[in-house]
């Protein structure tokens, strides 16, 4: 079992299913202690029950808050520093999709949420994280985007938009806070969880077919990619947006 984390502190938002519980379970499982959060607490704790279950050496807290919210951000960093008394590694998982379909259909206010949630959200827990304790001790961060924000889709154009801006936001940050602190991007593809189950359930053999690989992505595969880039293995990777996609965007489709 690697331990190649131990002894740092992560904090990974929406990490009560899906992605965020995957990466949750891969940095414990290389010795992290992990704050997670997510929105509604009772979901959170059952991921957080989960997550112990495994029996890894990290620790693990569960505070729920809105990554929307200023004073929620603000309490999940100080809960990490508090109680671990670091926080390495920053995990922007948080992300929503509430519309689908053409953008001159699309509700502005709609749109304004997913802005604020997917790209204002990350970059005030940066903020945050900046000023509690990666000024001075350094660290990496992690933004998931997707490949709706390299390339159009048609379906889910504001979340594409809005995950454009957060890989852009990714290189804007990597060299304004090099060279103590790294900021990378991974873009998955279509990955099996309840977020994008609108995306695949119908016909999920159909769904996978465009894929070079012939499947789907699951937690894991984008959980393990994150794991390396917040690692000392990855120490002269900053600015990147990794692709996680089976090979989608390989294809010159999406």
């Known amino acids: 079992m690697s331990t190649d984390l131990l002894g740092k502190s992560a904090l990974v ?51 729920a808050g809105n990554s929307g919210d200023a ?3 603000a309490a999940a960093v100080e809960r990490a520093v508090s109680e671990f008394g670091s926080l390495d590694i920053l995990i922007n998982n948080t992300g929503i999709n509430p519309i689908y379909g053409a953008l001159m259909d699309a509700d502005l206010d709609a749109v304004r949420k997913i802005f ?36 159009s889709s048609g379906v889910i154009a504001a979340y594409g938009a809005s995950k454009a801006a957060l890989i852009h936001l990714t290189d804007e940050l990597a ?11 991974v873009a998955p593809g279509v990955v099996k969880t309840k977020f994008a189950d609108a995306l695949y359930s119908a016909d999920e053999e159909r769904a996978a077919a465009v894929y070079p690989m012939k499947r789907l992505g699951v937690p894991e595969d984008v959980a393990r990619l994150i794991a390396f880039l917040v690692s000392d293995e990855a120490a002269w ?6 692709r996680v996609d089976g090979g989608l965007l390989s294809t010159g489709g999406i």
Do not use: C, F
């Open 13 to 63: 938002s929406g990490a009560s299913r899906g992605i965020g519980k995957a990466v949750a379970a891969e940095l414990l499982r290389r010795g992290a202690n992990v704050v997670i959060t997510a929105r509604k607490p009772e979901p959170l704790e059952e991921a957080a029950a989960e997550l112990r279950a495994l029996g890894h050496q990290g620790q693990v807290v569960a505070l």
């Open 116 to 151: 604020d949630v997917n790209v204002v959200a990350a970059l005030g827990y940066i903020q945050e994280a900046y000023k509690a304790w990666m000024r001075d001790n350094g660290g990496a961060i992690v933004n998931v985007a997707s490949v709706a924000g390299i390339r």
């Open 237 to 242: 990777i900053t600015g990147e947006t990794v």
């Open 175 to 185: 060299w304004q806070l090099g060279p103590k602190i790294r900021v990378n991007a």
């Open 71 to 73: 004073e929620s951000r």
